[in-house]
């Protein structure tokens, strides 16, 4: 079981003494197609998507491996990674829920792109001391059934939540989740929401990822974690970076986690977060995993703001966490921003 906590401190320490810290990414996905029992599931549509074969090359595993070893190959080689990190001591492995079927209560398996279930990732995480369980449930199975596998979750050793409101057609604002919201408040358990316009997926519904939407559950006491800063699309005719930036000010229990900013698609966002006052207070550190390959990153991208020196001294880290740590670093990225915790951890 894990006890958690906000822990609000601003820890300061030398760059050069990271190796020596406990650095988390709390940003880790996983996927499957089910092989070994594991539950987990693509649709048709995006199997049949070109992201799909992209997905596979970045997590280093083909659909013979996970047929012929399982799904749970995936635990063994992101242990197998971390390990060989000079930075990253542990990752949260996130579950990825559904959509729920107004009709059953239950998956929607046609609609739902990805399904990673929590009992799945709550037994792999287990087996290793690098991976932490980050829990998945949709609040649109009703009050009884979703706070009843929310604290099934922090029994397994949940440390957050995970949604991607676009994908799991969730929206944030629904005043029929305030019982579960003051139940996650009342167990510590964090949520960490993807916010801003989806990009990984075949379709989604991307107004359900207004940052603006999460004033509900933060106004009920949840730590809310804004998966990328929002740093995607337009809300109401507003850019939803800006538009989350006041937010901040507003409500103390709001964090943002720093994965996936160093993107193509995301340049120059990283640099404008750094300069805003006070945000780095409310950072944590996340990769998006596997979404940190080329061609989606790359430190030539951002030669603008790192120089050449440091780009071509990065390009030639062969490990992914430290790559992506150093990047960061390249920015400007401040030390306590790896080493921010939101939870107190027992592995």
């Known amino acids: 079981m894990i006890a958690c906590c906000i822990f609000t401190g601003n820890l300061s320490f030398a760059s050069d003494d990271l190796e020596e810290l406990h650095i988390i990414d709390w940003h880790v996905h996983v996927a499957g197609l089910g092989y070994a029992g594991s539950g987990a599931f693509i649709n048709k549509q995006l199997r049949e998507n070109y992201r799909f074969g992209y997905f596979l090359k970045w997590m280093d595993v083909t659909e013979d491996e996970l047929a012929e070893q399982g799904d749970q190959i995936l635990f063994k080689k992101l242990h197998d990674k971390i390990s060989q990190s000079r930075y990253i001591d542990q990752a949260v492995v996130l579950a990825l829920d559904g959509i729920i079927d107004e009709k059953t209560g239950e998956i929607d398996r046609q609609r739902t792109q990805v399904y990673v279930p929590n009992d799945y990732v709550a037994r792999q995480t287990d087996r290793y001391p690098t991976l932490l369980f980050g829990a998945s449930i949709n609040p649109n199975r009703g009050v009884e059934k979703s706070i009843a596998l929310l604290e099934a979750a922090h029994e397994q050793g949940a440390v957050l939540v995970k949604w991607i409101p676009s994908i799991m057609y969730i929206d944030p604002s ?11 408040a009342e167990l510590d358990m964090p949520l960490l929401t993807h916010t801003g316009m989806e990009k990984s997926f075949a379709h989604a519904r991307d107004a359900y990822a207004d940052p603006v939407l999460l004033e509900l559950p933060l106004q009920y006491g949840v730590t809310v974690i804004a998966a990328h800063i929002a740093t995607t699309g337009k809300s109401a005719g507003q850019d939803n970076f800006e538009r989350i930036l006041p937010m901040f000010d507003k409500f103390p229990n709001l964090y943002t986690d720093i994965s996936s900013l160093t993107q193509f698609n995301k340049r120059g966002y990283l640099a404008r977060a750094l300069k805003y006052p006070g945000l780095t207070d409310r950072m944590i550190y996340g990769t998006d995993w596997p979404l940190q390959s080329f061609p989606v990153v790359s430190p030539w991208y951002h030669v603008r703001h790192i120089g050449i020196r440091n780009a071509w ?24 921003v790896f080493t921010r915790k939101l939870v107190i951890l027992h592995h």
């Open 313 to 336: 001294r990065v390009s030639r880290i062969k490990n992914k966490w430290d790559r992506d740590i150093e990047l960061k670093r390249a920015f400007g990225v401040p030390t306590s």
């Open 174 to 184: 629904n005043t029929d989740f305030i019982p579960f919201y003051k139940r996650m």
